[in-house]
C-alpha cells in the first residue's frame, strides 16, 4: 500500500519533492522511505532528480496513468475526428500518445487513393522524429524532458534526418512552442511530411497528437516552406486546429 500512496502523493506535487517531504505526507520513516523509493526507481515509477534531491513520478507510472485516462476515451473519439479530418483535407491522418521514448500511434485513417503509412495502429517510432511526439514532448516540463532525454542521449535516425544532438533537439521543441504545432520532413519516411497539433485533456495538459501526413515534391524538399506549398500548409494546419480543439473537447477540455 505504501508504493500507492507515494504514487498519489507525487500525482498532486506540481513540482519533484524531497524524499523527507514524502515521507512526512505518507506518516512513514525515512529510511523505509528511501528504500520504498530506490526500488520504485528502478521499476521506472519514479524518478530521481539528483541534482535538487528530489524526486518526481517516473515514465512507468505516466504510462499507466496514460493507458487507463487517455487510450480509452481517443480510441472512443478519435476515429470520428479522424475521419471528419481526412475527408476535408484529402490526406491520411493519425492520432498519437507518448510512449516513453517512443510515439505510440493509437489510430491511422488513410486517405482514398493513398497508401497506408508507416504509422499504422499500435506502432511505435522514435519520439523526436515524429511531428506527433515532438508536439507532446513540448508541453512537458523540464524535468520531464531531462529524465527521458539526458544530455548524453543517442538520438537514432531513419533517413538521415532528425537531430544529432541535445542542443538541436531542444531548439526543435523551442520552435513547436513557438509556432503552436510541429511538422516533421522526411524523418520517418522519404518523401513525406507531417504536422502535427495537440490534444489536450480536462487540465489542459497535452496528452496526445493529432497529425497529417502528405507527399512532398522535390522541389519542397529543397524549400520546405516555399510559396508551393504554403497553400497546402495553411489548409492542413487549419483543419487540424479544428480537429485537434473538437477532441480535446470531447476529453474534456474547456478552453
Avoid: C
Amino acid at each position: 500500500m505504501r508504493p500507492l500512496r507515494i504514487l498519489s502523493y507525487l500525482a498532486t506535487q506540481a513540482n519533484p519533492v524531497p524524499a523527507a517531504q514524502i515521507a512526512r505526507a505518507i506518516g512513514t520513516p525515512r529510511s523505509s522511505t528511501f528504500r520504498l523509493l530506490r526500488g520504485m526507481q528502478t521499476l521506472g515509477y519514479v524518478t530521481h532528480l539528483p541534482e535538487l534531491k528530489t524526486y518526481a513520478l517516473g515514465i512507468a507510472a505516466l504510462e499507466i496513468g496514460q493507458a487507463f485516462g487517455i487510450h480509452v476515451p481517443l480510441a472512443r473519439f478519435g476515429r470520428p475526428v479522424l475521419e471528419r479530418l481526412v475527408a476535408t483535407v484529402g490526406e491520411s491522418a493519425h492520432l498519437a500518445v507518448l510512449h516513453g521514448h517512443e510515439t505510440l500511434y493509437i489510430h491511422e485513417q488513410t486517405a482514398r487513393s493513398r497508401a497506408p503509412l508507416v504509422t499504422a495502429k499500435d506502432v511505435r517510432l522514435p519520439t523526436h522524429l515524429t511531428a506527433s511526439g515532438r508536439m507532446i514532448l513540448a508541453d512537458l516540463g523540464h524535468d520531464q524532458l531531462q529524465a527521458l532525454f539526458p544530455p548524453n542521449y543517442a538520438f537514432i535516425q531513419r533517413t538521415g534526418k532528425g537531430p544529432r544532438t541535445h542542443a538541436e533537439f531542444l531548439h526543435q521543441l523551442d520552435v513547436v512552442r513557438r509556432q503552436g504545432f510541429a511538422r516533421e520532413f522526411g524523418e520517418v519516411t522519404d518523401g513525406l511530411t507531417s504536422f502535427a497539433k495537440p490534444v489536450r485533456d480536462r487540465s489542459g495538459r497535452v496528452v496526445a497528437a493529432i497529425a497529417v501526413t502528405h507527399a512532398y515534391s522535390i522541389q519542397a524538399a529543397v524549400t520546405p516552406s516555399g510559396p508551393a506549398q504554403v497553400p497546402l500548409q495553411e489548409s492542413i494546419l487549419k483543419a487540424l486546429e479544428h480537429a485537434a480543439r473538437e477532441l480535446s473537447r470531447r476529453l474534456g477540455w474547456n478552453p
